[in-house]
């Protein structure tokens, strides 16, 4: 699958950014992570995830973005695990290099399910990425939301694309 944007020159002037879902990694609630394209640049992106166990950061093209996070097979459960669909949005502005600072002061806090998880970083990094995403009334602060609430329900009342299903 290519990467959810145009190639004209009017793409490399606006920012994109990713949500993915990993809808049964947390039961009842799910698990989201991150990625944002790096403005001006048609394929280069910088993603990451974080959870109880570790935070992590890549950067590449939206190849490379789709391969850690690929879905995996659960025999035992017979079902698609892990990250399985995702949602994007193109923004008016853009900054990568915002986008990683607000990366590294979420990881700083260290996580807490309840105040400081996965939807947490990913909501910290689009706003930092996107000062229209910051000022965006529809996208409300991730304290007391599931991440899969917040990505079927919330992202589709701000406007965001339709889900896209993985692999």
Same mark, same amino acid.
């Given at each position: 699958?290519?990467?959810?944007?145009?190639?004209?020159?009017?793409?490399?002037?606006?920012?994109?950014?990713?949500?993915?879902?990993?809808?049964?990694?947390?039961?009842?609630?799910?698990?989201?992570?991150?990625?944002?394209?790096?403005?001006?640049?048609?394929?280069?992106?910088?993603?990451?995830?974080?959870?109880? *166990?570790?935070?992590?950061?890549?950067?590449?093209?939206?190849?490379?973005?789709?391969?850690?996070? *690929?879905?995996?097979?659960?025999?035992?459960?017979?079902?698609?695990?892990? /990250?399985?669909? /995702?949602?994007?949005?193109?923004?008016?502005?853009?900054?990568?290099?915002?986008?990683?600072?607000?990366?590294?002061?979420?990881?700083?806090?260290?996580?807490?399910?309840?105040?400081?998880?996965?939807?947490?970083?990913?909501?910290?990094?689009?706003?930092? /990425?996107?000062?229209?995403?910051?000022?965006?009334?529809?996208?409300?602060?991730?304290?007391? *939301?599931?991440?899969?609430? /917040?990505?079927?329900?919330?992202?589709?009342?701000?406007?965001?694309?339709?889900?896209?299903?993985?692999?």
């Amino acid at each position: 699958m290519t990467a959810p944007t145009t190639a004209d020159a009017a793409s490399a002037a606006t920012g994109r950014v990713c949500m993915f879902n990993a809808p049964v990694e947390v039961p009842k609630a799910g698990h989201v992570a991150w990625a944002v394209q790096v403005r001006g640049d048609r394929d280069h992106w910088v993603w990451g995830s974080f959870n109880v *166990k570790e935070a992590w950061i890549r950067g590449g093209t939206w190849s490379g973005v789709r391969a850690s996070f *690929k879905p995996v097979w659960n025999r035992k459960n017979h079902r698609w695990e892990n /990250y399985t669909r /995702y949602r994007c949005v193109t923004t008016r502005d853009g900054n990568a290099r915002n986008a990683q600072v607000a990366y590294q002061a979420v990881r700083k806090r260290g996580y807490d399910l309840l105040s400081n998880n996965c939807l947490h970083m990913s909501m910290a990094v689009f706003k930092g /990425y996107s000062s229209a995403l910051r000022r965006d009334g529809r996208l409300p602060s991730a304290t007391g *939301k599931r991440p899969n609430a /917040y990505f079927s329900d919330t992202l589709s009342g701000a406007h965001w694309e339709r889900i896209h299903r993985m692999p």
